[in-house]
C-alpha cells in the first residue's frame, strides 16, 4: 500500500507540473481579456476559447492582402468609382481596418454607366456635369485616348449642342496619341521635340534625292528643300501658316508710331490709278447689275410657285382633273428679262408679289380663268419642271459671273497694295524743299 501511495503521488505531482507549463505559455490577448482583466471583481482569465482561433487567422490573413495591394495610379477624372474613394479616405496601418476596407470594395455594385452595372475592375471616366462614371467600352472610347487627350469629358446623356466633350490637340505627327504643347510657354504642335524632328524627317525623306532623267522634273529635291529652309525665304503668313516662300515686301511693315502709313496701307483707294479707279468702278456697276437679274429670278420662280399652286387648288375643288394642263398665261413673261421686270413693276404684278396670291387676271372671283383647260397640252408640256430648272440654272450662272467680278477686283487692289510697299521699300521717295 506504500508503494501505490507513493507511484500515486508522484503521477499527480507530474501532471501539476504538466498543467503549470500550459498555464505558463503566452497567449495573445483579446478584447474581452483585456476588458476582463481591467475589472477589480474579475481576475484576468488564462484560458484561450477555441471558437475565436479561425477568426482571428483569417482576419490576419485579409489584413496582409490588402497591406501588400498595389495602388495603381489614375488621372484625375479617369479610373473607377473604387479609385475616387480610395484617394477620399484616408490609408489604415492596422490589421483589424483591412476587413472593413475588403467589405467595402466588394459591395461597390453601383450603379454605374450607361449600363448600370458595377464598377467590375474595368477602365472608367467620370463625367464632368452629372457626375457619374462610365465605362471606356460602353461609351467607345480607348484607355489612352481617356487619360491624354480628354480635358472636360461629358457623358452621352448629358450631351448638348451647347454642352459637349472638350479634346486636346492631338500631336501632329501621325498616329501619336498624346496632346500637343500648345498650353506652355513655348508653343508646339507636337508633344515632345522628338516628334518634331520626326516629322521634319519623314517630309523630307518623301521629296527625291536627286533630280530626274534631263532635270525636267520641277518637283524640289531633298537638298534644295534644305537650302530654302536655312535661307530665310520660308516664314509664317499673315494668317498664320506656314509658307516655304514668304509675300514680296511683307517684312517691310509700317512702324507702329506711323499711323498715317498704316492708314494708306489700309485704304487702297489712295494707290489706285486712274484706270485700276475706273475699272472697280465698271466692276461695281456689273455687280449690281447682276444682283437686280437674280432678284427678277427669285420673283421668277415666286411667279411660278403661286401657278401651279392656283392649278392645284383647282383640281382639289373639283374645277379640273389632274390631266388638265393649268399653265397660266401670266408665266409668258418668265425666262424674258426685260418683259419680266416691266410685269414685276406693273400695278398687277405689284398687287401679286405684295398679297403672295396669283388670282384672276380680271379681279373676279373666277377660280380658272386666265388658265389653259386643254387635257394633255403638248404645247405647255412638263411647263412647271422645265421653267423651274431653267430659272435656277440662270440663279447659278449670275452668281458664277458675280463670283468672277469679286475675284478681278480683289486681284486689283491686292496688285495696287503691292505696288505700294514695293515703292515704300525702295524708299525712292521725292521731298521738296521750298526756298
Avoid at 208 to 229: C, H, R, S, W, Y
Avoid at 365 to 384: A, L, N, T
Avoid at 407 to 423: G, I, L, S, T
Amino acid at each position: 500500500m506504500g508503494g501505490v501511495d507513493q507511484a500515486r503521488f508522484e503521477l499527480a505531482e507530474e501532471d501539476a507540473r504538466s498543467d503549470t507549463v500550459a498555464d505558463s505559455t503566452p497567449h495573445p490577448p483579446s478584447d474581452a481579456h483585456l476588458s476582463s482583466s481591467k475589472s477589480p471583481s474579475h481576475p484576468p482569465s488564462t484560458s484561450t476559447e477555441p471558437s475565436n482561433m479561425p477568426s482571428h487567422t483569417a482576419a490576419k490573413k485579409k489584413g496582409t492582402a490588402s497591406a501588400v495591394k498595389k495602388n495603381t495610379k489614375r488621372t484625375k477624372n479617369s479610373g473607377g468609382p473604387r479609385a475616387a474613394k480610395k484617394s477620399k479616405s484616408t490609408p489604415s496601418s492596422g490589421s483589424g481596418q483591412a476587413p472593413s476596407e475588403a467589405a467595402s470594395e466588394e459591395s461597390d455594385n453601383g450603379p454605374y454607366c450607361l449600363c448600370r452595372g458595377p464598377d467590375d475592375h474595368r477602365w472608367m471616366i467620370f463625367c464632368e456635369h452629372c457626375e457619374d462614371w462610365f465605362h471606356g467600352e460602353c461609351i467607345n472610347m480607348s484607355k489612352d485616348i481617356g487619360e491624354s487627350l480628354i480635358e472636360k469629358f461629358i457623358c452621352p446623356n448629358c450631351t448638348t449642342d451647347d454642352l459637349m466633350t472638350l479634346y486636346k490637340k492631338t500631336c501632329a505627327l501621325s498616329g501619336c496619341r498624346r496632346a500637343a504643347r500648345i498650353a506652355q510657354e513655348e508653343q508646339s504642335v507636337f508633344c515632345s521635340n522628338e516628334h518634331a524632328q520626326t516629322w521634319w524627317e519623314r517630309m523630307v525623306a518623301k521629296l527625291p534625292k536627286t533630280k530626274g532623267k534631263g532635270g525636267i522634273n520641277d518637283q524640289l529635291v531633298q537638298e534644295e528643300f534644305m537650302a530654302l529652309l536655312s535661307s530665310g525665304l520660308s516664314g509664317v503668313d499673315e494668317e498664320g501658316l506656314w509658307r516655304l516662300i514668304k509675300t514680296p515686301f511683307s517684312d517691310e511693315k509700317p512702324k507702329e508710331q506711323d499711323k498715317k502709313e498704316q492708314d494708306d496701307e489700309e485704304d487702297a483707294s489712295k494707290h489706285l490709278s486712274e484706270e485700276e479707279k475706273e475699272f472697280l468702278e465698271n466692276a461695281a456697276a456689273a455687280r449690281f447689275h447682276l444682283a437686280e437679274e437674280t432678284v427678277l429670278c427669285h420673283k421668277m420662280v415666286a411667279l411660278l410657285d403661286l401657278a401651279h399652286s392656283r392649278r392645284q387648288a383647282a383640281i382639289n375643288a373639283g374645277h379640273f382633273k389632274e390631266d388638265i394642263c393649268g399653265y397660266d398665261q401670266r408665266l409668258d413673261t418668265i425666262s424674258a428679262r426685260d418683259s419680266f421686270a416691266a410685269f414685276a413693276k406693273s400695278p398687277e404684278g405689284e398687287a401679286i408679289f405684295k398679297a403672295s396670291k396669283l388670282g384672276d387676271p380680271l379681279g373676279e372671283d373666277d377660280d380658272v380663268r386666265g388658265m389653259c383647260e386643254r387635257k394633255r397640252c403638248k404645247i405647255h408640256s412638263g411647263w412647271y419642271k422645265m421653267l423651274s430648272l431653267g430659272i435656277k440654272y440662270q440663279i447659278r450662272e449670275l452668281a458664277s459671273q458675280a463670283g468672277e467680278v469679286v475675284e478681278e477686283e480683289k486681284v486689283v487692289r491686292q496688285a495696287a497694295k503691292e505696288r505700294w510697299r514695293r515703292k515704300r521699300s525702295e524708299k525712292n521717295w521725292v521731298e521738296v524743299l521750298d526756298g
